[in-house]
């Protein structure tokens, strides 16, 4: 390193070391959010590019000379080299669902600083690390999906629990993320015509650059934008047109068209909708949070709530029941460390990846965008009064139906609050009551129309960009759920390829549309229950949610760590080791606590055994209304713990397993036999990262290739 960059580095960490020492050090005061900022910026920065760096060329050895599958089985439906900016587009979009939107908020509960600690080292040391770790060995591997991943490396007793496991687990996550986006759509005219919108505009955008001008990236970056920032404008006319009414859908018709739009998104060709539409949603996205960052530090608004608050200790919070170890780190999952994002990672991102060497910026990067999106839910979330924020995440059962009740009980929670105060933070923002507005989103709009209305319409503009952040909740989270099915699809494929060879081929056509089917058929039965029914389908799932994804993540992790054994890099296990360790411990915890915690707030079977003794005395207990309801929850109380437990269990049958074969494979390294698919050369020029090095545009002039890079063509003979 020259001296030059010495002296940026060591003032990027002074920057994010002092942020970190204000959030420390302070007590009793507010502090301005741009240290938050501060903090995690710096933290990124060393994180990408020195540990990044670090894994990437010293543990894993990328290699650019080697094929991809992308290179080696290009078909174009979905296998496709695929120019890395767009592939970050698509990853990103992929991997940032609802979980670094609503997780800290939710986690704000304990205060600022536990969610914040946790997000920034989560995902540097382990999120990260995850995601990276897999895109390369599944690219090694022709792409293959995580549970048969497990099944071909640690053996068929771990490999069948991680099957079936990561399927069960994928479609629970999947209907968890589709009822959120039909919440947030429904009676939305704006949000539908504006999200639907991008549908035909990402079409246009794949056929632009597949067939009108391939390679225009820039181009039609630049094309997708404006016609993004006009279907959003236009949202608002329609809304307030004669149109309104055709937009303003049911939640019943708008799980219909999710999970017709699902199987279509899953059966195209993948550059025709999935990745031009995420690449055009990671605009809105990173643009947005973007901005958002830019409001906090225009605006300097502090943060209200406390640093660590006193539920933290007590794990009584009306947010969320339980301690902060293990739940915050449940609670906040995607944004630190989240096992949906290994599903991508081993499903479209590495059948388009173009060189191995792009693992860094896509595997990695991604993951650090997504976690500053947590960073900024998380600040929206605290600079609001404390009052306000429980009051909103609060239940009704806690909190009451009116502001007056409302306000008695969060002053009794030590959060002084009016109810002319809540009255008028619902006035505000067109609502007409903001209490109970559990699960985050709301919340998160609250902060985020706080921040833009301090540096553009003042409070004036409060309700319009509250509706906006909630319509771009919705088109945050549909991403995922497109790029969740197909790698769904790709998983249900690997595992009947096992039965079935033809399934092995994962673009056969017979073998797509069945394996479609049943998958946005399983998240698209318990979505439509739940809808239906306020107490079924996936309500009854719900709860899984956390501790299910945090499941996963050590799947991949325990995955990746094996893999790490068997190619010959022991001494570099801990880079996946230790990261797994601090998820089975807080995982294992919180599913003990789940499954057998006397505590009817934490404990399923405690609570079912509450309501149950409610019916053995003819009481209907709240917030059951009558007793058809009370059987109900006994029953969705009794199903999750048999689930968590059931969960748990495979989990442990992956880790022993895989700890067997680490010792195996360290003992006897000559033994080994690894699935991965043997060097072949690759034709392929294109840059690592986002932006070319001197010597790669050099590199790429000299093939004749412009930024976007591509195949080197052969000589003619």
Not at 414 to 420: K, R, V, Y
Not at 502 to 525: C, E, I, Q, R, T
Request: charged share 15%; aromatic share 10%; hydrophobic share 55%.
């Amino acid at each position: 390193m020259s001296p030059k960059s010495v002296a940026v580095w060591v003032l990027v960490a002074l920057i994010g070391a002092l942020g970190w020492g204000i959030l420390a050090l302070s007590r009793g005061e507010e502090i301005s959010a741009a240290w938050l900022l501060a903090a995690a910026l710096g933290s990124y920065a060393i994180g990408y590019r020195f540990y990044a760096r670090f894994i990437s060329d010293r543990v894993l050895k990328v290699d650019k000379t080697r094929a991809t599958p992308a290179e080696r089985l290009d078909n174009g439906v979905d296998f496709h080299p695929t120019d890395r900016r767009v592939l970050f587009g698509h990853h990103f979009a992929a991997v940032a669902g609802a979980g670094p939107l609503v997780g800290p908020v939710l986690a704000a509960q304990m205060g600022y600083l536990p969610g914040t600690i946790w997000i920034v080292a989560g995902v540097i040391f382990a999120g990260a690390v995850q995601d990276m770790v897999t895109l390369f060995f599944s690219t090694r591997r022709d792409g293959r999906s995580l549970g048969q991943m497990a099944r071909d490396e640690i053996g068929p007793v771990g490999g069948a629990a991680a099957l079936v496991a990561v399927f069960a687990i994928m479609i629970i996550l999947l209907a968890v993320l589709a009822l959120v986006i039909v919440n947030a759509l429904a009676h939305s005219p704006w949000g539908v015509f504006s999200i639907g919108m991008t549908i035909p505009i990402a079409l246009f955008m794949g056929f632009y650059l597949r067939v009108l001008r391939p390679g225009r990236v820039t181009e039609i970056s630049v094309i997708g934008v404006a016609l993004l920032l006009l279907a959003i404008v236009a949202g608002g006319w329609v809304a307030d047109s004669s149109l309104a009414s055709t937009f303003t859908l049911e939640k019943e018709t708008l799980v219909l068209w999710m999970v017709a739009y699902g199987f279509i998104a899953s059966v195209l060709p993948v550059w025709m909708l999935l990745a031009p539409r995420d690449y055009l949603s990671t605009f809105m996205k990173v643009g947005t949070i973007a901005l958002l960052a830019v409001g906090v530090v225009v605006a300097m608004p502090t943060l209200k709530m406390p640093a660590v608050t006193d539920f933290a200790a007590r794990g009584d919070g009306p947010v969320f029941a339980g301690s902060m170890f293990p739940f915050v780190f449940i609670t906040i999952a995607c944004g630190a460390l989240s096992g949906f994002h290994a599903l991508v990672s081993s499903g479209t991102t590495p059948k388009m990846i173009q060189k191995e060497t792009q693992v860094r910026v896509i595997g990695y990067g991604a993951m650090l965008t997504e976690s500053f999106v947590a960073v900024m839910a998380i600040i929206a979330a605290c600079i609001i009064e404390p009052g306000l924020f429980f009051a909103v995440n609060s239940p009704a059962g806690v909190v009451g139906t009116t502001v007056e009740t409302a306000s008695q009980a969060v002053t009794n929670f030590g959060f002084a609050i009016s109810p002319e105060f809540l009255a008028q933070a619902a006035k505000d923002v067109e609502e007409a009551s903001l209490l109970s507005r559990t699960g985050g989103a709301p919340t998160f709009a609250l902060g985020m129309s706080e921040i833009f209305s301090s540096v553009v319409g003042g409070s004036g503009m409060k309700a319009f960009w509250y509706h906006f952040a909630i319509m771009f909740e919705a088109l945050f989270i549909l991403t995922t759920l497109d790029a969740g099915t197909r790698v769904g699809r790709f998983m249900l494929q690997d595992t009947l390829g096992n039965v079935h060879k033809s399934f092995k081929d994962v673009s056969w056509k017979p073998g797509v549309w069945l394996a479609s089917a049943v998958v946005v058929g399983g998240w698209g039965y318990f979505l439509w229950v739940g809808i239906k029914d306020p107490l079924g389908g996936i309500n009854q799932l719900f709860p899984l949610f956390g501790i299910a994804n945090q499941l996963l993540a050590a799947v991949a992790l325990a995955v990746c760590t094996t893999l790490l054994v068997k190619s010959g890099r022991l001494k570099w296990a801990w880079v996946t080791g230790v990261p797994l360790a601090w998820d089975v411990a807080v995982t294992l915890t919180a599913s003990w606590q789940k499954v057998f915690s006397d505590d009817v707030k934490v404990g399923f079977f405690a609570q079912r055994d509450k309501y149950q003794t409610g019916i053995d005395a003819g009481k209907v207990l709240p917030p059951a209304k009558n007793m058809g309801e009370m059987h109900t929850i006994v029953t969705n109380a009794t199903v999750d713990g048999v689930l968590s437990a059931l969960f748990a269990v495979l989990i442990v049958i992956v880790l022993l397993d895989a700890a067997r074969t680490c010792l195996k494979a360290a003992g006897n390294p000559e033994a080994v036999r690894l699935s991965e698919v043997p060097w072949t050369e690759s034709k392929i020029i294109a840059p690592a990262g986002l932006i070319a090095t001197p010597e790669e545009r050099a590199e790429l002039a000299a093939a004749g290739l412009d930024s976007g890079g591509g195949r080197v063509k052969e000589p003619v003979a």
